[in-house]
């Protein structure tokens, strides 16, 4: 009730704040060198984040000489410090849980910007944020355009793209649709089409980018000799998701390690997740361990909760193969131009997939089995259409990828 109240008070706030604003949107400016501070937001989570990087790189190109703030979630601020085209990173957990706080901020990054003469922003391009949040704080921060796909929430009369009306499914892939809101801002057609496979330019312009940090690299080279893994074949395992519904069972992972090592004895796994998801990553390495003496090496471990994020793109790198269903962590090893295994069933591999070098990827997708799909709500421990996707079909298409790389050369039995 309480929040019903705060959002409804918002909204007629700012319907009269909006009527009573006369600053000029002459949309001639857009594209233009009269742009000089722009606000990004992608506040989500690590895959929505990277999925934003084409979007913030078209802006770069568009704007060359403006000043770019990126609102990232706090929990990826680290890792997206120095990402291409961005200037300042201001953090925000979404929700009304630090709102004002991160409005602060960025008031006080303008003014700085501006030499303290302007506390304004000129454009917001708004790549993905949770509503009623997000086209409020655009606003607010003082940007005079503010674009925004899908355009159909509430807040849409805070838009400068109030129509016409796109909903996701009009948008295709993540990536695409951060690109269509980046050519609005940069008055460009409300929408810019998938490029057709092959065409070198419009490929680039949707490739992701993440930048790489030396101490997670150092932190990652470390690990591996500890482990005695330097010249190890290595494929990364993300049992974890921001939902069950996209999860694959553990035990299938353990199973599908199992059978790869005993089809390649010289491979080890890596499982990877966040810390929070650091108890389950133990168990799917203990799962694979099992049986193993004590002096034996181990044929898995679990980064989580040993390495931190900045150190994922290089550990990444380093694998020859990422097993992950709909996660960041999947987008993250597309990012580095690992290939993956992606296992879909909920979500759809057009929108979430990944989003380039199909050819270097493989993507197992089978078909929901509960009508409706409860998606973000699934009572399953185990979801059913997960399941669907058997151990085989991913022992198979590990091997497929590992027939694909060369070996690196083995100096253990």
Not at 41 to 59: H, K, Y
Not at 135 to 149: D, E, M, Q, V, W
Not at 388 to 397: G, H, K, L, T
Request: glycine share 8%; aromatic share 6%; charged share 20%.
């Amino acid at each position: 009730m309480r929040l019903k109240l705060r959002e409804g008070l918002l909204y007629w706030g700012l319907r009269l704040k909006r009527a009573l604003d006369r600053r000029p949107r002459d949309p001639a400016e857009l594209g233009s060198s009269h742009i000089h501070r722009i606000l990004a937001i992608s506040n989500t989570a690590l895959g929505d984040t990277l999925l934003s990087t084409p979007g913030l790189r078209a802006l770069r190109t568009a704007y060359p000489d403006a000043h770019l703030t990126l609102v990232a979630h706090p929990s990826l601020a680290e890792l997206f410090a120095g990402v291409e085209g961005v200037d300042a990173v201001v953090p925000y957990v979404g929700k009304w849980r630090g709102f004002w706080r991160a409005l602060r901020a960025l008031r006080q990054q303008a003014r700085r910007v501006s030499g303290g003469t302007s506390a304004d922003y000129d454009l917001a391009a708004i790549f993905h944020g949770n509503e009623p949040q997000v086209t409020p704080l655009a606003y607010l921060s003082g940007a005079r355009f503010i674009f925004k796909l899908p355009n159909t929430n509430r807040f849409r009369f805070l838009l400068a793209n109030p129509e016409p009306l796109l909903g996701w499914d009009d948008l295709g892939h993540g990536v695409d649709q951060r690109l269509a809101v980046a050519g609005l801002a940069c008055g460009k057609p409300p929408c810019l089409p998938a490029p057709p496979l092959g065409t070198p330019f419009l490929e680039a312009l949707r490739r992701m980018s993440v930048p790489r940090h030396a101490a997670g690299a150092a932190a990652v080279s470390q690990a591996l000799a500890r482990l005695g893994w330097q010249e190890r074949r290595l494929i990364a395992l993300q049992p974890g998701a921001s939902t069950n519904s996209r999860r694959w069972p553990r035990s299938r992972f353990i199973a599908a390690a199992r059978q790869l090592a005993a089809n390649h004895p010289a491979l080890r796994f890596v499982v990877t997740g966040s810390p929070a998801e650091a108890a389950l990553c133990r168990e799917v390495a203990d799962g694979i361990n099992a049986g193993r003496a004590p002096a034996d090496e181990a044929l898995a471990w679990a980064s989580a909760g040993e390495l931190l994020l900045t150190a994922l793109p290089g550990l990444f790198a380093r694998c020859q193969g990422v097993v992950s269903g709909d996660t960041g962590p999947m987008h993250l090893a597309v990012t580095v131009g690992t290939p993956v295994v992606a296992l879909f069933a909920v979500s759809d591999p057009a929108r979430s997939g990944p989003a380039y070098d199909l050819d270097r990827h493989i993507v197992i997708r089978k078909w929901r089995t509960c009508t409706p799909c409860l998606s973000k709500r699934c009572p399953y421990a185990e979801p059913i259409c997960m399941n669907n996707i058997s151990v085989d079909e991913v022992v198979d298409a590990v091997d497929t990828l590992l027939c694909r790389t060369a070996p690196v050369p083995e100096t253990h039995g």
